[in-house]
Structure formats: C-alpha cells, structure tokens
C-alpha cells in the first residue's frame, strides 16, 4: 500500500489550505484513513481521521473547528481542509492508513508533506 499526499506549502498565517491523500496498492482495504503531524522539536500528534464506512469523523482539539476532514471513497483519497492557519500548525504532515485487516492501528504511513505558516 502506497500513500501519496499533496497540496502542503507556505501559507500566512489566517490563509487556508487542502492536504490530500490517495491511496493504492493490491489489495487495499481501509478501515480508517487519517492525519497526523510532526512540528519541529516535537513529538508526533494525531489530529484528523474518518472511518471509511459511514464517514464518522475525529478532531483533536488543536485543530477542531478549524480543520474538516473528508473522503472520496471512490477515489481512495482522503482530505484535509486546514482553515484559519496559525504558526503552530507549522510541521510535517501525515497521512496515515488503518487496514481492517492488521491487528495494529496506523498501518501505512505516507511520507509525509511541509505546512509552513508565516508571515
């Protein structure tokens, strides 16, 4: 399984921008797809997911009410709508894939895209 992202860059800050993830490979099965991120001298934080069947959705409360997490099944592509960025959104983000199949959560990881907020 492969996970390509795309759509980070230098905003400034309050600016917006749309992380995207597609996912393929034999045998793809998703349970949930996701992101984290990594900031610079810290750890890594869970911040989005989405159970692919039925669409439930999870925020971490750095991001709640300003990230929207959304799916395209049909394109095994997951998004990341990233409103009224802030400095501290600055890292590396993620995108993360959790195979019904594999007993562990987060089975695949991609490799990850740069987000820089500044003005």
């Known amino acids: 399984v492969q996970l390509q992202a795309s759509g980070g860059g230098w905003v400034q800050p309050g600016e917006s921008l749309l992380l995207s993830c597609t996912a393929s490979?034999?045998?793809?099965?998703?349970?949930?797809m996701g992101w984290f991120r990594q900031a610079p001298g810290k750890e890594r934080e869970f911040i989005l997911a989405?159970?692919?069947?039925?669409?439930?959705?999870y925020y971490a409360h750095s991001v709640a009410g300003r990230f929207a997490i959304s799916r395209d099944n049909a394109k095994n592509t997951v998004y990341a709508q990233m409103n009224a960025l802030k400095p501290e959104d600055t890292a590396v983000y993620y995108c993360?894939?959790?195979?019904?199949?594999?007993?562990?959560?987060?089975?695949?990881w991609g490799k990850g895209t740069l987000v820089t907020v500044s003005s």
């Open positions: 989405i159970r692919w069947s039925g669409g439930s959705s």
């Open positions: 490979g034999p045998n793809l099965s998703i349970y949930r």
């Open positions: 993360v894939l959790d195979d019904p199949l594999r007993e562990q959560d987060w089975d695949y």
